[in-house]
């Protein structure tokens, strides 16, 4: 059981390239999310997804794309690089949306936009 | 938008010494977490908190559900090196987890 897994673990992009951030779980959970982490600031949540085909807005969406096509996976895609999107992301899964169950985070991507 | 006011920004301790960091808001939240990340990884739940008043241990750390439900605590007692890195106090409004807000991190060293 590997949980929440993530790549890659680093990365450089030039600005105005795309790339995709992978995430998968093995949980069979229903819901799925991507942050970003910035220095000194909380985890803002930039997309989510209730379960396979259904996605929707978190609080920071512009410049980021998603998909959901299976229940495992939940992939980001950044399709114009820019320094902005420089950050720390977090991919997460839980069983519901409820605090009253465990939200378990991957162990990050480290994106850097020059 | 919603904020969460975390402090201290960072501590350095000595090993052995008790911990105390807290996390307010304007805002009345239903929920309160807290979470941990170790370098290079991803947060890590701690302690879950219901209800107003609410006190609840995991090991040396406890964490409490203020009275007021705008803010929260978390206590770390007699501290070890593997206690070092940064502790999340994250709040939700009854939206679940995608409305979660959380705080900018109290970043934890410990001195051997």
């Known amino acids: 059981n590997a949980g929440v897994t993530q790549t890659p673990k680093f990365r450089i992009l030039k600005i105005g390239q795309s790339m995709t951030l992978q995430c998968t779980q093995d949980?069979?959970?229903?819901?799925m999310y991507w942050y970003r982490q910035d220095p000194g600031m909380g985890l803002k949540l930039i997309y989510y997804?209730?379960?396979?085909?259904?996605?929707d807005k978190g609080e920071v969406p512009n410049g980021y794309n998603v998909s959901r096509s299976t229940t495992e996976d939940f992939p980001l895609r950044l399709e114009l690089a820019a320094p902005s999107q420089t950050s720390v992301y977090f991919c997460?899964?839980?069983?519901?949306?409820?605090?009253?169950?465990?939200?378990?985070f991957g162990p990050g991507t480290r994106l850097t936009v020059l | 938008g919603q904020q969460l006011n975390q402090s201290p920004q960072s501590m350095f301790i000595q090993e052995g010494e008790d911990v105390s960091m807290n996390c307010t808001s304007s805002?009345?939240?239903?929920?309160w977490l807290w979470y941990k990340q170790d370098p290079g990884e991803g947060p890590v739940l701690l302690i879950a908190?219901?209800?107003?008043?609410e006190l609840t241990s995991n090991g040396r750390l406890t964490a409490q559900f203020g009275i007021t439900r705008k803010d929260s605590f978390l206590n770390i007692s007699a501290s070890i090196p593997s206690d070092v890195g940064i502790y999340f106090c994250?709040?939700?409004?009854?939206?679940?987890?995608?409305?979660?807000?959380f705080g900018a991190g109290t970043r934890l060293a410990v001195h051997p």
């Open positions: 908190l219901y209800k107003a008043g």
């Open positions: 997460a899964s839980s069983w519901t949306s409820r605090p009253t169950d465990t939200q378990y």
């Open positions: 997804s209730v379960g396979a085909g259904i996605t």
């Open positions: 805002s009345i939240f239903n929920t």
């Open positions: 994250a709040g939700d409004l009854s939206g679940g987890y995608n409305k979660l807000i």
């Open positions: 949980m069979n959970h229903n819901y």
